[in-house]
């Protein structure tokens, strides 16, 4: 958990949550919301007991991509999350379904986020993973500023133009003194499904180095595959079928490597790291 900061209001922790994963990136589009999805269901089928809190509450994809999308129950004052999956869910889809946009500025956005994080009976959770909307704005501060977030996960897409917004999302994440957990390369490569030949789409390589420029870790490549979009259009991710050589593999082995890293790190340490950009 990261340490409260001087002058700040204390970061509460939520009860019964042990481990707050925030998964962002400095652009949007790049597959933090698959990431998310996929990383959460992974969790949860390696046996951790998961929650999922979509924190994008103008753009709320998370109901599409686990496939639900139904109003909660409320007792009293308390929310109670969705089920799917085995993964328990809080998403403002679920409370304004349709396509009408939201239209919401600072203090309501951050009442919103309140409420996401301890108005819902998230219950005992080993992992509370957050999908961030893109970018280093307002909800991201909100969330870092109230809530201890144990680490956060930067996806990038393997282009120049994704990794420049990577690194600022690191920058923030520094900032802020929130762990970063590691990047993932999205979109690292595609498998040609005809000549079974690799194809670099997106370039190739430089979520490895920029992980390493920044002195963060490398968390892992995951391919350009037609089955996670198909997965992620059909409310049925692809590491609910993992196995060896599927798509969804890829991120249980990323659910794998993120615990990892949580252990290595332990408890309150916040590495103190200068940047080289
Ligand atoms: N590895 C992948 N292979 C194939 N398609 C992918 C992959 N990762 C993501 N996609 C697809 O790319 C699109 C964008 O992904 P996603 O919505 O997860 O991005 P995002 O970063 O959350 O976007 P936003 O910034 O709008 O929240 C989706 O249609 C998703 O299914
Ligand atoms: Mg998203």
Redesign the pocket.
Known sequence: MSPNQPGQPPKLPIPGVKNLIAVG?GK???????VAVNLAIGLAKLGHPTGLMDA?VY?P?VPLMMGINRTPMAYGERIQPLDQYGVKLMSMGFLNPGDKPLVWRGPMLHSVIQQFLRGVDWGDLDYLVIDL??GTGDVQLTLIQTAPITGAIV?TTPSDVSLEDARKAVHMFHQVKVPILGIVE??SYLICPQCNERIDVFSHGGGRRTAGEMKVHFLGE?????D??VG??SGKPVVLTAGPGTAGEGFLELARNMMRRIEEMGPQQVPSIEITD
């Open positions: 990136s949007g589009g790049v597959g933090k919301t698959t994008d753009g994809n909307p893109p996806v999205n979109m995951l391919p350009l595959n037609p996670v979009r992620g259009d």
